[in-house]
């Protein structure tokens, strides 16, 4: 009964950062809607990533309350966690390009296969994506650029998302976590958003008992999650 008050609350708590994370893209579509309108010239194609930007945020939101809430839809596999980050990298393509922000894959070395739910892995690393993504523009003139990577650790195989920005601290995170639902930018150091989307992707992986952690890889600043290698496959 107290898992379920306390996993209600946070859906709640959640819901309002997703809601509020949600006037970005809408406000953008009328904006541009309305300018097409005025100058009939519409662009479409900014419509559609921020169309497509809302959707993708709304449907990682209930992936993530219903593995919080049906535990039978937990089951883990074997997956190539090169091929998880290979996929988010095409989900995320479009929302880096409209803000001009470099995607990039770096999975040096060879990796075999982890146990993960592999649509919630995946949808973790697109909503963390997507929240740095839009938060980096704000962080100075450098070259932009998000890297998707994984390297391994002394407790199993990180996957995550890093960039040159130093923001990304273990203190923000814990900062807003507990601001989550009580202030509307409660990662007010990293981005002026609600950063609905690393909250989306912290609920996801708590749900698949993962944990959410600032992580460092070759001198950049980021986002992950440890997971366990699967032995089996890896000695036949």
Do not use: W
Not at 62 to 88: C, F, K, M, N, W
Not at 147 to 165: E, I, K, N, P, S
Not at 194 to 204: C, H, K, L, N, R
Request: charged share 15%; proline share 3%; hydrophobic share 45%.
């Amino acid at each position: 009964m107290a898992e379920q008050a306390a996993s209600s609350l946070l859906s709640q708590e959640l819901l309002l950062s997703v809601a509020e994370q949600l006037k970005l893209p809408l406000l953008q579509i009328a904006r541009q809607a309305e300018h097409g309108r005025l100058t009939n010239n519409t662009d479409a194609g900014a419509i559609q990533v921020a169309a497509d930007s809302a959707l993708q945020l709304i449907d990682n939101y209930t992936l993530g309350v219903r593995l919080s809430l049906d535990r039978q839809l937990l089951e883990t596999e074997p997956v190539s966690i090169s091929s998880i980050l290979y996929a988010a990298r095409q989900e995320l393509s479009s929302l880096a390009k409209s803000y001009g922000v470099n995607l990039e894959l770096n999975v040096a070395g060879k990796f075999g296969p982890v146990m993960a739910h592999r649509i919630g892995l995946q949808a973790a690393l697109v909503s963390l994506g997507s929240a740095l993504i839009e938060a980096l523009p704000a962080h100075g003139d450098k070259q932009l650029r998000l890297q998707l990577a994984t390297h391994r650790c002394r407790y199993g195989v990180v996957a995550g998302l890093y960039a040159d920005t130093e923001e990304i601290t273990s203190d923000m995170l814990a900062r807003g976590r507990a601001l989550q639902g009580r202030a509307r930018q409660p990662l007010s150091t990293l981005t002026h958003s609600s950063g609905a989307g690393i909250f989306v992707a912290d609920s996801i992986l708590e749900a698949m008992n993962l944990k959410l952690k600032v992580s460092r890889h070759h001198g950049m600043f980021g986002l992950g999650t440890v997971l366990q290698p699967n032995h089996q496959l890896q000695l036949v």
